[in-house]
């Protein structure tokens, strides 16, 4: 008796071709398997607290100091006597000596005229931050760095790119309250250029403030704050 067998039904027809594909998809798995990576996105800020450990030298004014006078000409050591019928004219000679009321006007006008920064350690009237103008005024300069350091928490933002590429470090921040309050001349130096650009974001984003003050006029006042991007 002869088995009776289809052609159309040979299961190893094509088992070699199967077994190609099947070893290349098994290859591309443990490649992928192999090059996957993950990241961690855990990361953490760490503000200093700078009081008045970054104090800057105030440049000191000089007053002008008028010279004194010259003194004045010797008198003739010959006295010539002149007859009544000839007019003689007299010489008067000015006083050259100055008035200390007038050296005053001008040590006043001089001192309006100086334009200098005055540092926030020693201003006698600190920018005051929104939100600090109803505390006392011994307590204004606590209130201004606790506000600063709040405005950076809640606008942290740790660079992606820098957080692939584990950069990490401290940024040093300079900028300047204007006479104005509003915040000018930001400076930046850090390890990175990302995380530089990240700290100059955070603090373009202060609000304007109510001027610092020295003898009753509104100054420049600049401040310094180091941040800290570190990865855990």
Same mark, same amino acid.
């Given at each position: 008796?002869?088995?009776?067998?289809?052609?159309?039904? *040979?299961? #190893?027809?094509?088992?070699?071709? /199967?077994?190609?594909? +099947?070893?290349?998809?098994?290859?591309?798995?443990?490649?992928?398997? @192999?090059?996957?990576?993950?990241?961690? =996105?855990? /990361?953490?800020?760490? @503000?200093?607290?700078?009081?008045?450990?970054? *104090?800057?030298?105030?440049?000191?004014?000089?007053?002008?100091? #008028?010279? %004194?006078?010259?003194?004045?000409?010797?008198? %003739?050591?010959?006295?010539?006597?002149?007859? *009544?019928?000839?007019?003689?004219?007299?010489?008067?000679?000015?006083?050259?000596?100055?008035?200390?009321?007038?050296?005053?006007?001008?040590?006043?006008?001089?001192?309006?005229?100086?334009?200098?920064?005055?540092?926030?350690?020693?201003?006698?009237?600190?920018?005051?931050?929104? +939100?600090?103008? $109803?505390?006392?005024?011994?307590?204004?300069?606590?209130?201004?760095?606790? =506000?600063?350091? $709040?405005?950076?928490?809640?606008?942290?933002?740790? %660079?992606?790119?820098?957080?692939?590429?584990? @950069?990490? +470090?401290?940024? /040093?921040?300079?900028?300047?309250?204007? =006479?104005?309050?509003?915040?000018?001349?930001?400076?930046?130096?850090?390890?990175?250029?990302?995380?530089?650009?990240?700290?100059? $974001?955070?603090?373009?984003?202060? &609000? =304007?403030? #109510?001027? +610092?003050?020295?003898?009753?006029? &509104?100054?420049?006042? %600049?401040?310094?704050?180091?941040?800290?991007?570190?990865?855990?």
């Amino acid at each position: 008796m002869k088995l009776k067998k289809n052609p159309k039904a *040979d299961l #190893t027809k094509n088992s070699s071709l /199967y077994f190609a594909v +099947g070893l290349c998809a098994v290859l591309f798995i443990s490649w992928q398997a @192999i090059e996957w990576k993950t990241y961690k =996105k855990s /990361y953490a800020y760490e @503000i200093l607290n700078v009081d008045d450990e970054d *104090d800057e030298e105030v440049p000191i004014t000089e007053q002008l100091k #008028t010279p %004194p006078p010259p003194p004045p000409p010797p008198a %003739p050591e010959i006295i010539e006597v002149v007859e *009544d019928e000839e007019e003689v004219e007299e010489t008067i000679i000015e006083s050259t000596e100055t008035d200390q009321e007038e050296i005053v006007e001008e040590v006043e006008v001089l001192e309006e005229e100086l334009d200098v920064d005055v540092p926030f350690a020693i201003i006698e009237d600190v920018p005051l931050f929104p +939100g600090c103008e $109803r505390v006392s005024k011994s307590e204004r300069r606590k209130c201004f760095q606790e =506000k600063i350091q $709040r405005h950076i928490s809640r606008n942290f933002r740790y %660079p992606e790119i820098a957080q692939e590429m584990g @950069i990490q +470090g401290r940024v /040093y921040v300079n900028f300047v309250i204007a =006479k104005d309050g509003s915040i000018t001349n930001i400076r930046m130096r850090g390890p990175d250029k990302n995380l530089e650009k990240e700290a100059a $974001r955070i603090i373009g984003k202060l &609000p =304007k403030m #109510t001027p +610092g003050k020295q003898r009753g006029r &509104p100054v420049r006042v %600049p401040f310094s704050i180091p941040i800290t991007f570190r990865l855990q």
